[in-house]
């Protein structure tokens, strides 16, 4: 096998970037490059060229890229991760929420878990929505958690996880919505009921076009991945996605305000939040 060269390592780069909106910075050629020669054992390929004609031409190419994608996505998460920006999130956006669509007889929720990963953020929302809706059966809802990568799909529609995903989970929360499996821990039907995992890349401006009449986009240090001009196109593509006075939710480190002017910004308890207020 055949080194990897800047060159091609800047072709594949970019390949990768025009077909998931990733982008990975020259100096993640290591990164690219051991996940490329993994590929490359698997296939029997000589070359990151051929590889990336295969990537390009071959009738597999849309497997092989999936398979590519799954290798290259980080997938760090834990329950009721952020903890102060999802109390926010309870107590005082859901709660506005609500009641705004008790007053129009409103009786769909939908939630959208963006970058979703093992699962871990969506089911988060499901235990929070059980705690914090005093009649729960009068609402119908969905959550909606997404991923690029399928296998962390999967694992999440699995609904199994380690100690350390759950070593943030209040004690009454544990007891309630998990069960021990082993050594591992168990969602609860109960749990999974709300939440629908789909593959989605968050480029594809076809199928993120579907999502509509949302009313909390949650995509948390995944827009961290993309460039500016995608990120803008994805955070716009949520906008359209939101009802009016829809909240939209990043990681800690994230600023919606950097993107898009697009969105209200307002304080509710000690965060700021981004609201969208028209249309």
């Not at 579907?210 to 995944?222: A, E, G, L, P, Y």
Request: aromatic fraction near 14%; charged fraction near 30%; hydrophobic fraction near 35%.
């Amino acid at each position: 096998m055949e080194e990897i060269s800047f060159s091609e390592f800047i072709n594949l780069r970019n390949y990768i970037y025009e077909s998931t909106g990733i982008f990975f910075e020259e100096k993640k050629i290591y990164f690219i490059k051991k996940r490329v020669e993994k590929r490359l054992s698997d296939l029997n390929l000589d070359s990151a060229s051929t590889y990336l004609r295969f990537l390009r031409t071959s009738r597999e190419s849309a497997k092989e890229l999936q398979a590519l994608t799954n290798l290259l996505t980080t997938n760090e998460t834990y329950f009721f991760r952020e903890y102060d920006q999802l109390a926010v999130f309870a107590e005082h956006c859901l709660a506005e929420v609500v009641e705004e669509k008790k007053r129009k007889f409103i009786k769909n929720l939908n939630i959208w878990s963006a970058g979703c990963s093992t699962g871990e953020e969506a089911y988060t929302i499901s235990i929070i929505l059980q705690e914090m809706l005093s009649s729960l059966s009068y609402w119908n809802i969905n959550i909606y958690a997404t991923d690029i990568d399928t296998e962390v799909l999967e694992r999440a529609k699995s609904g199994s996880y380690s100690d350390r995903a759950v070593k943030d989970v209040p004690k009454p929360y544990l007891e309630k919505y998990f069960k021990i499996d082993g050594d591992e821990w168990q969602v609860t039907d109960q749990v999974k009921k709300y939440v629908k995992f789909l593959n989605i890349n968050l480029v594809d401006d076809i199928k993120m076009k579907t999502f509509r009449s949302i009313d909390f986009v949650f995509c948390r240090n995944v827009l961290i991945y993309f460039d500016d001009a995608s990120r803008k196109r994805v955070v716009g593509n949520f906008y359209e996605s939101l009802n009016k006075n829809g909240y939209i939710f990043l990681g800690h480190s994230e600023s919606v305000s950097r993107i898009t002017s697009a969105f209200t910004t307002k304080r509710k308890g000690d965060l700021i939040v981004y609201q969208k207020t028209e249309g």
